[in-house]
């Protein structure tokens, strides 16, 4: 049963701190993209990439975050420094080549930043 | 803001009934998609409608959509206590999916 893993599933960590969430995608899936999820803004796109390059990472706050895919297999999100407005929910979503309008989403890493 | 917007925002069952959720959007779209997130879950996809097509089936999900008032709809028909949730419509266009901030869905039995 193919799906999305996301580490940590939980994070909680100081204001200042770096923070590294890592997600592994579906094996041939080669669309990734990066999420954010809070009660007031809901479902935020912060950055996407195809076959490794980043397409779009115009949502995610540049002076802090940032998303590679170092392999096929694998892709970051790193914010430094940390801050408790970063706190929320993050998930990772993979899409298929020739289907790329559907996403399937991992579990998502739960970040609290005191 | 592109954004859609579901209505309502929440919304409250007995099992057996029918739940219909709304969507509206302000861009033209090339698909329209419904998601389900269970709490504290990623998101799961239900169905994706073209936009050119009017009403699509999947099992007990109906989708219609009407392109010309730029709003879809999502009927669960026969609801269970399974099928509490949130739903998300998302919709395509020139960007990556934009998703809606949801309906919460409660099926009480």
């Known amino acids: 049963d193919a799906r999305v893993t996301q580490t940590p599933r939980h994070k909680v960590t100081e204001m200042g701190q770096e923070v590294t969430m890592r997600c592994q995608p579906i094996l041939g899936h080669n669309t990734v993209f990066w999420y954010r999820q809070t009660m007031m803004q809901g479902l935020e796109l912060l950055a996407y990439f195809r076959n490794r390059a980043p397409l779009d990472d115009s949502g995610m706050p540049k002076d802090r975050f940032s998303a590679e895919m170092p392999d096929a297999t694998l892709a970051t999100l790193k914010i430094q420094p940390s801050e408790p407005r970063d706190s929320a929910v993050y998930f990772c979503?993979?899409?298929?080549?020739?289907?790329?309008?559907?996403?399937?989403f991992g579990p998502g890493t739960r970040l609290l930043v005191l | 803001s592109q954004q859609g917007e579901e209505d309502p925002q929440a919304l409250s069952i007995q099992e057996g009934e029918n739940a219909t959720m709304n969507c509206s959007y302000k861009?033209?779209?090339?698909?329209l998609q419904w998601y389900r997130q269970n709490s504290g879950r990623g998101l799961v996809h239900l169905i994706l409608i073209r936009s050119n097509e009017r009403e699509k089936h999947s099992g007990r999900l109906r989708v219609t959509l009407d392109t010309s008032k730029k709003s879809s709809s999502l009927l669960i028909t026969a609801s269970r206590a399974a099928d509490t949730a949130s739903y998300f419509c998302a919709f395509s266009g020139n960007t990556p999916l934009v998703f809606g901030k949801g309906t919460r869905l409660s099926v009480i039995a």
């Open positions: 861009t033209s779209i090339n698909n």
């Open positions: 979503a993979s899409g298929l080549p020739d289907r790329v309008e559907t996403q399937y």
